[in-house]
């Protein structure tokens, strides 16, 4: 007799090797490097979506490796020229690569040129043999980067068909609504949370269909705001934040300039419930 299908814990705890990849490479910026989501315990001060999708992947693979050459302020052309060849040298078998996003905040940003642009350095990963997976922009209407709305839409398209072309896959964060609640959002209002971080690995490991330990976690209650206190914490946040972004702008600096790639090279990682030491 067929007995029930085990659970996706029961497949970790047996080391079942859920899932085919071995190398998992990540490409982009900042959302990639994990800014928004500080753990001074992880490699470069900031843990994020992508160490916390590769310490899920590590469970299910005794060889796993992983590497994060993604770093801050990154433009598109930054990210082919800079990140592309040093990825394909690793030789990965799963690529991750979340790009545009700077170049759609700069004016003048063109959806469909930054598609185009892109769709050469998927073309480049996929030709590797590597799965590669694209993701979405969220949905930034309650944001203050809601003017950005419909360029990101209408980037998100592009995407889509870029994914189909290449035989990519979506990791479609736009889809994901929980992302609008204000807590999945860091103090600076231009980066993910921990809550966001952790909401969007969750996504990305079911996108990829492995089994996984991440609970869903649910916002706080908010807690109710006096019109006094809004206005008080919008002009911290502007003081802090938004100007010191605007200044970078108009002297052409980038959160970047000086920063090198938290996880340059392709090693085992480790985290909670993980290897203390090198796998042999």
């Known amino acids: 007799m067929i007995g029930p299908d085990p659970s996706a814990q029961d497949l970790i705890d047996q080391g079942s090797g859920a899932h085919p990849w071995h190398r998992f490479v990540a490409l982009g ?43 801050r302020g990154r433009l598109l052309q930054q990210i082919a020229d800079q990140q592309v060849g040093a990825a394909l040298a690793l030789h990965p078998d799963l690529v991750t690569i979340s790009a545009g996003g700077n170049d759609l905040l700069r004016p003048g940003g063109d959806p469909d040129l930054l598609a185009d642009k892109l769709d050469g350095v998927v073309a480049t990963l996929a030709a590797s043999g590597a799965t590669v997976v694209l993701l979405t922009g969220p949905d930034v209407r ?21 994914a189909a072309r290449h035989d990519a896959v979506i990791a479609d964060m736009w889809a994901l609504r929980q992302l609008m609640n204000p807590q999945m959002w860091d103090r600076d209002r231009l980066h993910f949370s921990p809550l966001g971080h952790h909401t969007i690995a969750v996504m990305v490991l079911e996108t990829l269909a492995v089994p996984h330990t991440l609970d869903p976690l649910e916002p706080k209650e908010p807690t109710p705001r006096t019109w006094r206190t809004a206005r008080a914490e919008d002009l911290v946040w502007a003081r802090e934040y938004f100007v010191p972004w605007v200044l970078r702008r108009l002297r052409r600096q980038s959160s970047g300039d000086g920063v090198i790639a938290k996880r340059p090279e392709a090693v085992p990682i480790f985290g909670p419930g993980l290897p203390a030491g090198p796998i042999e």
Not at 51 to 67: K, N, P, T
């Open 29 to 71: 910026d900042s959302f990639t490097e994990g800014i928004g989501d500080p753990d001074p315990g992880s490699t470069g001060g900031h843990r994020g979506w992508a160490d916390r999708v590769a310490e899920e992947l590590a469970r299910g693979q005794e060889d796993f490796a992983y590497a994060n050459l993604a770093v």
């Open 142 to 162: 309650e944001t203050v980067l809601g003017s950005l709305r419909s360029k990101t839409a209408i980037y998100n398209e592009n995407l889509r068909t870029i």
